[in-house]
Nanobody, 124 residues
Framework: QVQVVESGGGLVQAGGPLRLSCAAS????????MGWFRQAPGKEREFVAA????????YYADSVKGRFTISRDNAKNTVYLQMNSLKPEDTAVYYC?????????????????WGQGTQVTVSS
């Protein structure tokens, strides 16, 4: 089993930055595509960003494009989500997910491993 743990969530004022981290176990981290999703109360789990196993390609939801940046450090088995210019609508539980593939997916059901989530609350 691959273990995935998110951290870095918290309360932040609108317009501010926050960086989320996702640590994954195993020596095969570099073989996994990684994604970030979020879920607000009463809503479906929503794609946020994804990165290929090599880190050469990234993908973003339109709602976060230009504000969020996903990156990974395979030596540290960690993927990051740098969030800037946060808005109250970004408030959600953010989940990190891993997929045994060289390519990413925007569909949550195509990811095999999930963290427990970290709460991000943006106040105005």
């Amino acid at each position: 089993q691959v273990q995935v743990v998110e951290s870095g969530g918290g309360l932040v004022q609108a317009g501010g930055p926050l960086r989320l981290s996702c640590a994954a176990s195993g020596r095969t981290f570099s073989s996994m595509a990684m994604g970030w999703f979020r879920q607000a109360p009463g809503k479906e789990r929503e794609f946020v960003a994804a990165i290929t196993w090599s880190g050469s390609s990234t993908y973003y939801a339109d709602s976060v494009k230009g504000r969020f940046t996903i990156s990974r450090d395979n030596a540290k088995n960690t993927v990051y989500l740098q969030m800037n210019s946060l808005k109250p609508e970004d408030t959600a539980v953010y989940y990190c997910a891993a997929r045994w593939s060289s390519v990413v997916s925007t569909r949550p059901y195509e990811y095999e491993y999930w963290g427990q989530g970290t709460q991000v609350t943006v106040s105005s």
